[in-house]
């Protein structure tokens, strides 16, 4: 059974240090998106690549946050610097752009970021 | 600036019930939804989804309900179960070419034994 797989699955940090969160993909989806889950928010888009080259990072605070596939099996979210306000879970999702509308992506587990 | 919204946070429901689940949207260059179903410490996952063009799709207990000139859908779930108990976030996409989605902020479903 295919999945997506996130780590770390938490991470409590103090305000400042640098978060680095990475997801490994389904092999063979070629569209990968991070997504933030907040209570008012619900599931923010940050950032999405296809093929590996990013298309969409407007969701993203870009002075602290960045995104990048350095291969096929690894995305990476990072902050820098960190702050309480980051608290959340952060989502990884792939899957093949000519199926999505029909079968979606698939999530990962998340992980539960905690900026003390 | 909410395009997806769910405007019921919560909605408890007895066992063997309908379950309704709403959802508004604004924008009507949305084509295609979906509803996706998440549990605790997992991540959300795909249950059903249905074309601008379309009013109805179902599948087994689900069944998603379009109405284009409200912007308004609705996930029907017949007979709900406890196992149905869990956060439902719906989602739009606008346009073909576009692989983004934009979700609603969720509502939580429990299900009563």
């Known amino acids: 059974d295919a999945r997506v797989t996130q780590t770390p699955r938490h991470k409590v940090t103090e305000m400042g240090q640098e978060v680095t969160m990475r997801c490994q993909p389904i092999?063979?989806?070629?569209?990968v998106f991070w997504y933030r889950q907040t209570m008012m928010q619900g599931l923010e888009l940050l950032a999405y690549?296809?093929?590996?080259?990013?298309?969409?990072d407007s969701g993203m605070p870009k002075d602290r946050f960045s995104a990048e596939m350095p291969d096929a099996t690894l995305a990476t979210l990072k902050i820098q610097p960190s702050e309480p306000r980051d608290s959340a879970v952060y989502f990884c999702?792939?899957?093949?752009?000519?199926?999505?509308?029909?079968?979606?992506?698939?999530f990962g587990s998340g992980t539960r970021l905690t900026v003390v | 600036d909410q395009q997806v919204k769910q405007n019921s946070p919560s909605l408890s429901v007895q066992e063997g019930r309908i379950s309704i689940l709403n959802c508004d949207y604004t924008?009507?260059?949305?084509?295609?939804f979906l509803w996706y179903k998440k549990y605790p410490a997992e991540g959300p996952t795909f249950l059903i989804s249905?074309?601008?063009?379309?009013d109805k799709n179902e599948d087994g207990r689900f069944t998603v309900f379009l109405n284009k000139s409200a912007k308004h859908l609705s996930l029907h779930i017949v007979p709900s179960q406890p196992g149905d108990s869990a956060v439902y976030f719906c989602?739009?996409?606008?346009?073909?070419?576009?692989?983004?989605?934009?979700f609603g902020t969720g509502t939580r479903l429990k299900v009563l034994a």
């Open positions: 999702a792939s899957g093949l752009d000519t199926l999505q509308r029909n079968y979606g992506y698939t």
């Open positions: 092999l063979g989806h070629n569209t």
């Open positions: 690549f296809r093929n590996r080259a990013p298309l969409d």
């Open positions: 924008n009507s260059m949305f084509d295609y």
């Open positions: 249905i074309s601008s063009i379309k």
């Open positions: 989602a739009a996409i606008r346009g073909s070419g576009t692989y983004k989605y934009i």
